[in-house]
């Protein structure tokens, strides 16, 4: 009927425009929020060659997402399925506008009209195919949730369990309108039963067979406008969920931190009167584009230290919780702390002792419990790296606002301010560990340029058990002919410990304090057993003048071995099995998880892998200033990867870092298993199979 038809066509055009135009405003409104974030001087516009070709990779190539091969072939239908089906739906809004013309003879508009045959042939396979590769991998994801959620998940979604109901019944209303549409274009052509174009749709089709035109008419109108009815509703819905990662995540691919992240804002001293972040709207731009970027799939969860640990932290958790405090908690006059020290409702204990706080708020014991090991970056699918940096920015305003922190931090803020130490001890007693070693001093150099400048550390120069790698290392040295020097007691503690317990005005005092020493000296590179020396030296104290080359010691070591410049007797190889703990500093912020392998290999160690290795390590739970607080809640991180050493019957746990070492050492003491399975680092096993 003309009027019916006319209808149908105002209709249809007003409910686009009103879901499509809903769907804008809510886009909007969410730019604003990103946009609405602080200032921010960081670079993410360089290499503008390498951002696309890591957002094509990303994304279409579902590179990150495949490391979980069920879940990343779920999403990859979903995210196909997304385009191609988008041009089915657009035929049939099209459809529906145009209905008008058959009052003046014409059709609406079809594909079929304006495509070669098998063009159209090959459309009509692409919808087939995807929408009941869609509608399979819809249905089972609701039965995965139903059937128990996986453990990095938050609890059960209720908008995602939406979403999969808003694709479950978009294709099969999909195969309600398809099924009769092809089972009358088949009747009125006298076509055999099956469509090689469409085969579910014949499958689905065979069920209608004994219909008549009328019901398949009716039929046909009934799932048109079903299928219509949910495509716009789903529409207005997705700005409102996390799915808007669809859109958002694009532009936070293109424009990832390429070496800056893991790191609280600047802050310029000179020019601030509030250090740190107290509300969501003090955060970078950029941090702000990370939550609406996450896609919640709880990646971050599973690799997460403190989390597996027992601990309330989930990185997943943060950025939910600093996009509702965004989103929905910080309007108008209402505002929500973002930082809650609240007690915590007895009923959100867990059974392991963790618990989960109030959501739209980041807990004190959330912000404290984590170690800033990046294994969250890591396992990013959208390369979402503002977790620590977030958290550490929350620190700083607790720390230098507040005055509120852990209580154990405060002897290593206070040997750090007075000392240059976290442990307090005095600058004479970083050359006790060189003792008897004839170690050579920069400043005895008269001006002559050093090969290596050996950054002794903290630990290394006044922990018993780390001295023993620089003397092992000073051995190996020697034997190689390096050229190098220390600075003695002019050294001072690089700051990674204040920058990371949210002490920045500490840190930056500490940074150029050790720049303003350097400066008259003349070295190539530094040299470092600490790979919080290595990352803060190299790349952090860029921020503050410090434009240094460092190599960590495994570095060195395995180029000196690879030149064959280490005299090695092999022949005291021994039988020990050794699996190697990777430092998170060196292993996921400097990308140096080969060289300590290609070491332990060349030194002729028999190795066997922990599961979690290389950039998939799992934290020694003494990074983020961890190492000098205690952990109160759950189970110690250092215990838990002491027994996935052990788990790998080695006899041997081998480290990179003085960090580690303690945390190791500790956890074999712990579990009583110290005197058979020994803690060494990667300097010590070469020493000892130095030739005399």
């Given at each position: 009927m ?24 809510q ?47 779920m ?20 459809e ?6 058959s ?11 304006v ?18 590769a ?35 019944a ?14 009358l ?9 099956f ?45 409102t969920?996390k ?44 941090s ?39 989103r ?12 809650s ?9 867990r059974?392991d ?31 979402i790296?503002s ?10 305003n607790l ?10 931090a ?36 008269g001006?002559?340029?050093v090969e290596?400048?050996l ?16 003397q092992?290392?000073?051995?190996i ?12 007691s ?6 990674d ?25 003349k070295?190539r ?21 410090g ?20 005299p ?5 190889s021994?039988d ?18 080969e ?19 290389g ?6 739970g003494?990074?983020?200033g ?40 500790d ?22 199979r130095?030739?005399?």
């Open positions: 003309p009027v019916l038809a006319v209808l149908q066509s105002l209709l249809m055009a007003a409910l686009s425009a009103i879901a499509f135009g809903f769907m804008a405003l886009l909007r409104r969410l730019a604003r929020l990103v946009a609405s974030g602080a200032p921010s001087d960081e670079v993410l516009t360089d290499a503008p060659a390498e951002r696309a070709l890591k957002l094509v990779s990303l994304s279409f190539g579902h590179r990150k997402v495949l490391e979980d091969p069920s879940a990343g072939l999403h990859a239908v979903f995210l196909y399925g997304f385009f191609v089906l988008g041009i089915g739906h657009l035929e049939v809004i099209l529906g506008v145009t209905s008008f013309l009052v003046f003879g014409g059709r609406p508009f079809a594909y079929d009209q495509l070669p045959p098998g063009l159209s042939a090959a459309y009509h396979l692409s919808q087939d195919v995807f929408a009941a869609v509608l399979a991998a819809a249905a089972i994801a609701l039965a995965r949730r139903f059937a128990g959620r996986p453990s990095r998940l938050l609890p059960r979604s209720e908008d995602g369990e939406r979403i999969l109901w808003f694709l479950a978009l294709y099969v209303t999909f195969f309600l309108l398809a099924a009769p549409t092809l089972a274009r088949q009747r009125a052509a006298g076509e055999a039963f469509a090689a174009a469409q085969p579910v749709t014949s499958l689905v089709a065979y069920v209608y067979a004994g219909f008549g035109t009328p019901a398949l008419k009716a039929l046909r109108e009934l799932g048109f406008w079903a299928h219509t009815l949910i495509f716009l509703g789903f529409a207005a819905y997705l700005p969920t799915h808007m990662h669809l859109v958002f995540a694009w532009p936070n691919l293109y424009f990832f931190r390429r070496e800056r992240y893991g790191l609280p804002p600047r802050i310029e001293f000179e020019k601030s009167e509030k250090f740190g972040i107290e509300k969501v709207q003090e955060l970078p731009w950029k702000l584009l990370d939550t609406f970027a996450c896609t919640e799939c709880g990646r971050c969860n599973s690799v997460c230290p403190a989390h597996a640990t027992g601990k309330p932290l989930m990185p997943m958790k943060v950025l939910h919780d600093l996009k509702l405090n965004l929905d908690r910080n309007q108008g006059d209402a505002k929500t702390p973002l930082v020290n609240a007690a915590i409702d007895p009923k959100a204990v059974a002792g963790g618990y989960t706080p109030v959501e739209g708020q980041v807990h004190v014991d959330e912000l404290w419990a984590c170690t800033t090991c990046a294994a969250c970056v890591e396992a990013c699918p959208v390369l790296d977790v620590p940096g977030s958290l550490l920015g929350l620190r700083q720390v230098m606002m507040e005055s509120s922190f852990p209580q154990e405060t002897n290593a803020f206070k040997g750090l301010e007075t000392k240059g130490n976290p442990w307090g001890l005095g600058p004479d007693r970083r050359t006790e560990w060189a003792e008897g070693l004839d170690v050579p001093l920069m400043s005895a150099q001006g002559r340029e290596y400048l950054w002794v550390g903290c630990a290394g120069a006044t922990d018993p058990r780390a001295r023993k790698t620089n092992a290392l000073v051995r040295l020697k034997a190689a002919g390096v050229d190098f020097a220390t600075l003695g002019e050294e001072r503690c690089n700051g410990p204040a920058r990371r317990l949210g002490n920045e005005y500490v840190f930056a005092e500490l940074a150029a304090q050790n720049v303003s020493t350097l400066e008259p000296y070295f590179k530094i040299l470092v057993t600490c790979p919080h020396c290595l990352n803060s030296l190299g790349k952090e104290y860029r921020e503050h003048g434009r240094y080359t460092v190599v960590h010691h495994s570095q060195l070591l395995s180029e000196l071995l690879a030149a064959g410049r280490v090695l007797d092999l022949a005291k021994s020990e099995l050794v699996t190697f703990h990777d430092p998170c500093y060196l292993a996921r912020y400097n990308d140096g998880a060289p300590p392998r290609d070491v332990l290999g060349r030194a002729g160690v028999k190795t066997v892998e922990m599961p979690m290795s950039r998939n390590g799992f934290c020694c003494a990074g983020g961890r190492i000098f607080l205690e952990e109160k809640i759950g189970k110690r991180v250092n215990i838990e990867r002491t027994e996935q050493a052990l788990a790998t019957g080695a006899s041997t746990v081998a480290v990179g870092c003085p960090f580690c070492m303690t945390m190791m050492t956890g074999t003491k712990a579990k009583g298993v110290d005197d058979k399975v020994k803690v060494k680092d990667l300097a010590e096993l070469v020493a000892e130095l030739k005399q």
